[in-house]
């Protein structure tokens, strides 16, 4: 983003020259803690980057919507399935972004998308609807009960033989000034979203959870007896997750070791929180959308778009003269492929127990040609290389296994790779005038005419 400003702002020099987009196709480095999955997270990739500069938000929305589309027809082209979804602009900033994940077991990514409309988000961004109706009336007492050595919330659960969903747990967070503390109250079966927390008000960003030390000076216990029952009354900022705000009779920490409070009640025992919305989405939550219901499925992330706005062209002072012959701030679109990515991603989501299964759009070859007996038989290695010369003459991409290897290894290592078609040339389908040809997908070979294969391709590759 620098490198780049830093070159439009010398370059550019009057609203003439705008809207324009830079960008390249490069190797990048990255300083990966822990590089798997073979090319997935690696420390050396292949990245196409592109950033535009505009002098409007219309401006700027129009070209993020064209690269929006554009990027949807280069995913489809390439035979994926992929889902375009909101997301969290991260530490890079901006008003708005698009991830485009390819959907695979494998990947690193939980994604929420709506059984009946297009609404689709990274669950870091997708929204947790309040709950629908009125909390319950006090039914319980609050009373304090013995929990020894019971610290998880499945502990605790299984001890006082209660659900999990009806425990709060309070996870205390630093806040903004980074020596006192902020809790956050869960329901006991949910996860925190911890990018939605570190926006909240008087949250240090990057969320940072206190220390074990500091948990026990500000509350007086250790973390696994925390309670929100007078929180409030120490001074602590209490925020609950919008599912707790019709809890009745729940179960929570004591702040003290060793104890639990059962029969809590909102207003009763304690006043109620800023209610605000810091959970991961869960299956069959309600779309935010308010059309059906959520699912949620494992995506690899292989391109992400982002309006930047001002924030980089105004640190680094991007101008251009505007129409009336004012300096004016530029603003940013930002928009990136991993294109090495998008092979590995390719592959977890086209495979068998064979090997690849690439879509044709991604194949390194469309056919490959196995003879068998090639250097021993001139008939083979004739037919062969007339073959292999018609194809690519046809404007196919085609690779010839010339090895001396015998026919089931070959056909081995051609599933393992992945082409989608092979034609096989033997003596035996000679003598008939015939090639052998399989598709990658398909269960049986079959027989196809040496003299009509041109035409027998142009049909079935069509």
Known sequence: EEIITDYAR???????ELPINFYQIQTKFRDEVRPRFGVMRSREFIMKDAYSFHLSQESLQQTYDAMFQAYNRIFSRMGLEFRPVM???GSIGGSASHEFHVLAESGEDAIAFSTESDYAANVELAEALPPAGERP???EEMQTV??????SIDEVADYLEVDADRLIKTLIVLADDQQSVVAILMRGND??????AEKLAGVYSPLSYATDEQIVEALGCNAGSIGPVGLAEKGVKVYADHATRTMADFVCG????GQHLSGVNWERD?????FVDVRNV????????GKGTLSILRGIEVGHIFQLGDKYAKAMDAKVLNENGKTEIMIMGCYGIGVTRVVAASIEQNHDDKGIIWPTALAPFQISIVPINYHNSDQVKAATDSLYETLNEAGYDVLLDDRKMRPGAMFADHELIGIPHRLVVSERGLKEGQLEFKSRTAEEAENVEQSDILDFLKNRLA
């Open 254 to 257: 004591a702040n003290q070791d």
């Open 10 to 16: 010398k370059e550019l020099k009057s609203y003439k």
């Open 146 to 151: 013995a929990t020894p050595d019971q610290h």
């Open 270 to 274: 304690l006043p109620e929180a800023d």
């Open 87 to 89: 997301a969290d602009t």
């Open 282 to 289: 869960a299956e069959g939550d309600p779309s935010p959308d």
């Open 137 to 139: 009336a006090p039914a």
């Open 191 to 196: 996860a925190l979203n911890e990018i939605k």
